[in-house]
Every structure is written in structure tokens, then in C-alpha cells.
């Protein structure tokens, strides 16, 4: 049996973080050091790959993954308007609930905002930083590709087969170019998220205001001083390598991966490299 294959699993539970509660779930040794995973627009926890979780918590860390406000298990938040500073503070009430003064923190796209989000008002909080595929919100940085909006104007699937098939569309465009894409997967996981958040779309819609409404963090960002490591693929069409390169060029000391063919997701021929970057820039943090 492999390290990662004998890793422990810790089911679901919910954490009450202020006026929301967080649904999430653990891998690992419960005293290993904590690396909280942030996903991005609309996904859920289901989003970080399992597999990909446990090999992680092979490297030594106590994986926790979590649905944000308004997207999965956790609470919906209808007709109501936040901020990334709302939701990086959701990420350190759940650090609070699971009795962890510090954790290294790991954002994809909208949670690489919400992990540079928490660096900036928490950094007592935030070991280290790993921001995939994300930007610092300065403009004209990690534009979204106009083939990519189209999508965005259809209507929303009203069944799971639907909701399927369009989620396969999606990473038809915007997922990897130079790794293989795992399409049983990808429908195994889309019908799991339909189960989980049949009305995704509306949360979807109030995270991407949050989005919309967020300054240009590139300045704030100049004052970290947080082991950084940056994770961009070259081929993101959601958020262009642009936003990656802006965020390790304002971060000091940040190290920039760029990945040759990633997409705006996590293709299994990908994890080697991620996995190296993520868990090597959390072991150096604290070192000279």
C-alpha cells in the first residue's frame, strides 16, 4: 500500500463560522501541520481531487478542504452581497473552530484571491501561500479569455445529465491542452457537485460580485513576508498566466511555476509538479 493510499480520511462535518456554517472535510494526521485548500467560483471541496488531497497529506500535513459561503454543503446566502474580506474571514473562523492558530494556506482561482485576501488581513494566521491559477485584481492582469463568456449566458441546467454535459463542455475549453483529460472523473465529480449544490448558479453569481467589487490588492501584497510560491498554467483561458505572473512579482520573495499546457484546472499529469511546489514552498516556510 502507498503512503498516500494509507492516508487517513475524516468525514464531513460542519463548522458555524459566524453567520455561515462551512461544511468540510480532513486527510491525514489530526496533529500534522494544517494546509487548509480554497477553491475557486462556484466549485465545491469535491473539486480538490481526493486522490490529489491524500497524496498531499502524504507529504506531512493535516489536509482540510472546504465549501466557501454560497457554493456546495455550506450556507447559501440569497439576495445578499459580501466581499473577499468576508470570505477569508470564513477561512480563519474555520481555522478558529478547528483550534489552529496557523495553517498553510492553498487558493485556486477565486480562492487564490481569498488565500492573498487572508495573507493581507491575517497574516499571523497564513504559514505559508501557494496562489494557483489566480490574479491580483489589478486590471488588464489574468483577463478572461471572450470564448470563455459564452458560457456564462447560457441557461442553467435544470437536470444532472445537463448539468454534466455542460461542466464537460466547460474544460473542453478551458482545461488542460497538454495533459490528458480524465472525462469519467469529470462526470463523476459534476454529478456529485449537482447532488451537493443543485442551485449553484446563484451562489455562483454573489461570489463573482465579491469578485467584481474587490480592489487591487498588489500593493498590500508588497508588504507580505509569507513563504510564497505562485502556480500558473500556461494555457489558463479563465484567468490568463498574466495574473500569476503580477501576483509573484508583487509578493517579495515569491517563486513563480509556470506549468507548460495546464489549463484552469488540476489534470492528473499536473499533480507531480503541484504537489512538489505546494509542499516544498509549506516546508521551507520558517526558514531562513
Known amino acids: 500500500m502507498s503512503a498516500a493510499a494509507a492516508v487517513p480520511y475524516h468525514p464531513p462535518r460542519m463548522a458555524t463560522v459566524g453567520e455561515v456554517d462551512l461544511c468540510y472535510d480532513a486527510f491525514g494526521d489530526p496533529d500534522a501541520p494544517l494546509m487548509l485548500l480554497i477553491m475557486g467560483l462556484g466549485f465545491q471541496l469535491i473539486h480538490w481531487p481526493e486522490d490529489f488531497c491524500r497524496q498531499l497529506a502524504a507529504e506531512g500535513f493535516r489536509v482540510v478542504r472546504f465549501d466557501n459561503r ?21 477561512a480563519v473562523g474555520l481555522l478558529d473552530a478547528l483550534g489552529v492558530d496557523s495553517a498553510h494556506i492553498v487558493g485556486a482561482s477565486l480562492g487564490g484571491m481569498i488565500a492573498q485576501t487572508m495573507a493581507i488581513r491575517h497574516p499571523r494566521r497564513v504559514r505559508s501561500l501557494a496562489s494557483l491559477m489566480s490574479t491580483t485584481g489589478r486590471r488588464g492582469k489574468g483577463r478572461t479569455s471572450l470564448r470563455v463568456f459564452r458560457y456564462a449566458l447560457a441557461r442553467p441546467p435544470r437536470t444532472e445529465e445537463e448539468a454534466i454535459e455542460r461542466r464537460v463542455r466547460v474544460f473542453s475549453l478551458i482545461g488542460s491542452t497538454g495533459f490528458d483529460q480524465d472525462l469519467d472523473e469529470l462526470r463523476r465529480v459534476s454529478a456529485i457537485a449537482f447532488e451537493r449544490d443543485p442551485d449553484a448558479r446563484d451562489g455562483r453569481r454573489r461570489q463573482h460580485r465579491a469578485v467584481r467589487a474587490a480592489p487591487d490588492r498588489t500593493e498590500a501584497l508588497r508588504m507580505l513576508t509569507v513563504a510564497t510560491v505562485v502556480i500558473h498554467g500556461t494555457e489558463d483561458l479563465l484567468c490568463h498566466p498574466s495574473g500569476g505572473q503580477a501576483t509573484a512579482e508583487a509578493i517579495p520573495g515569491a517563486r513563480l511555476e509556470l506549468i507548460a499546457g495546464m489549463g484552469h484546472d488540476l489534470p492528473r499529469g499536473a499533480w507531480p509538479q503541484l504537489l512538489r511546489a505546494i509542499a516544498s514552498n509549506a516546508q521551507s516556510a520558517g526558514q531562513p
Open 70 to 90: 454560497d457554493a456546495g454543503r455550506s450556507t447559501h446566502l440569497p439576495g445578499r452581497r459580501y466581499t473577499l474580506e468576508d470570505m477569508a474571514d470564513d
